[in-house]
């Protein structure tokens, strides 16, 4: 499974009400960290498919969904599991720090 562009028309659907964990990245286009961690999100949707959903957000195309989860700086990784976030992180991080957000 690829990575899902999350909007804020499919937000519920895709992110509040999934039954398996989400990871969404909130990115820009224009943001030299994000293509760095970019990779590193589509190697995981690969990996993880069926597992946990992986998520993407434009901020400049969703600013709603960056104001409404108060992410100031970009990448910002938040990881939902019933509708909740449950965990977050900042900034680049290496794979296993990553997954280790939506670990049990």
């Given at each position: 499974m690829s990575?899902?562009?999350?909007?804020?028309?499919?937000?519920?659907?895709e992110v509040l009400q999934s039954d398996i964990p989400v990871l969404v990245?909130?990115?820009a286009s224009w943001c030299g960290p994000?293509?760095?961690?970019?990779?590193?999100?589509?190697?995981?949707?690969?990996?993880?498919?069926?597992?946990?959903?992986?998520?993407?957000?434009?901020?400049?195309?969703?600013?709603e969904l960056a104001a409404q989860f108060?992410?100031?700086?970009?990448?910002?990784?938040?990881?939902?599991?019933n509708g909740e976030v449950v965990n977050q992180s900042l900034g680049v991080q290496p794979k296993e720090q990553v997954e280790a957000l939506f670990a049990d």
């Open positions: 990575e899902v562009i999350i909007t804020k028309d499919n937000f519920e659907a990245d909130f990115w994000c293509k760095m961690l970019s990779p590193i999100i589509a190697q995981i949707a690969e990996e993880q498919a069926g597992k946990v959903k992986v998520g993407k957000v434009n901020v400049d195309e969703q600013p108060r992410v100031m700086s970009i990448p910002t990784l938040l990881v939902f599991k």
